[in-house]
């Protein structure tokens, strides 16, 4: 299950499949590695993504 808090590397790590819909979400720092240590919703914060729609997203 992905949370909010769940760091951008270790989601990547686990599932890879789920880069195509954080870059749809308008996320394209992914190889950042800053990014990589941030949370969900600390990326969400910086991009002005809804972090509980995106959450949504990922886990369907």
Known sequence: MIEKT????DLLEQFPEKAEILLEAG????????????????ACDVHGID??????????
Do not use: D, R
């Open 6 to 9: 769940t760091k951008i590397g």
């Open 51 to 60: 972090v509980e729609e995106l959450v949504a997203k990922l886990n369907a």
């Open 27 to 42: 996320m394209h720092c992914l190889g950042c590695p800053a990014s990589q240590a941030e949370t969900l919703e600390e």
